[in-house]
């Protein structure tokens, strides 16, 4: 009887054997779908929130949080994003990178470069930079202005306060070159004070704001050279530049042409004004109450025609050779940059 009834007890433990193994396979596939979900949905996640941050990988909206003319041609913008952002890119770029982000025209699916400004409207028309430390959850600022055929500007010239833009970004136009110097004492240290000179036309001065403005500002002097048709054309940029011509941190000279003064027509009074290029080696180190500024570079932001007059041509992507006035004062490719 032990024998025959052997059989059917091995039989019974054998299903008992496959239902407890298919119970176990069940858990591990329960356990690994768990598993896989949640890897999911951690990527998903961290996903979404890093798509919540500016990046040049994508685009994330903002809200047009102040939108207002300065005249027929100029106007402000403020943009806030629709998220908080967590990445301060104003201490990320300091005043060491001339920056820019991407406004996308979604009409016609055009993109175009702007450079932000540590700015915001604070109501009744009043703009001021932001409090020390702060970057204000990622909000931008800028001066832009309606050119004929500049289909962006003009498009959100029209754009009413609350309405959302898509940006993406941002880029860095022009990193400031590190010098390293010799002390009196002998010592080698980097270079943070050079001089800069710098030629700008209309809103192409936004770059050199935006050095000047940031919380971590160009240390050194810059003698600014500014071709507008007058310069209450620069709004609210007008008095922040006027203070710090105030705190002897620049020398503004403007050549308004409404007035007659077009760098074009006076050539000889800019070239009275602007230095030759000292090396950072030779340059004078001096405290920013020094009366002269002693450049080791210079930056040129315009249109193309001003460009060329202050500079000679920018062939795309390339510098092209130095000519124009800066050559005629021994500036060469070595220390001038054109900004586009």
Known sequence: MRINGLPHRISINTRLLRISSKSRNFKWAASGSAITTSILAYYYFNEKRHSNELSPDH??????????????EHFMLELTPARPQKIDWWKAMSSGKLWSIEIKQP??????NYTPLPLEHVGNGQIRTFPEGSFKDGKLFFYLKKYKHG?????????PEGHTVELRGPYVDYEMPSQSISSSAGKVKDRVSYDVVTFTAGTGIAPVAQMLLTNKAHFGRVLMLHSCGARQELGPLQPLLEEAQNNKRIQLHYYESRHGRDIRKIPYEVLALL?????????????NSASTVNPILALVCGPDSYINTVAGPKYGLLQGPIQGILAQRSW?????YKLS
């Open 151 to 159: 289909e962006v500007a003009r498009w959100l010239s029209k754009l």
């Open 59 to 72: 685009f994330i909206p903002y809200k047009i949080t102040y939108n207002d003319e300065i005249d027929s």
């Open 275 to 287: 230095p030759t290029p000292y090396s950072a080696e030779s340059a004078p180190v001096e405290e």
């Open 107 to 112: 009409e016609i699916m055009v993109v175009r």
């Open 332 to 336: 060469n490719n070595s220390n001038v």
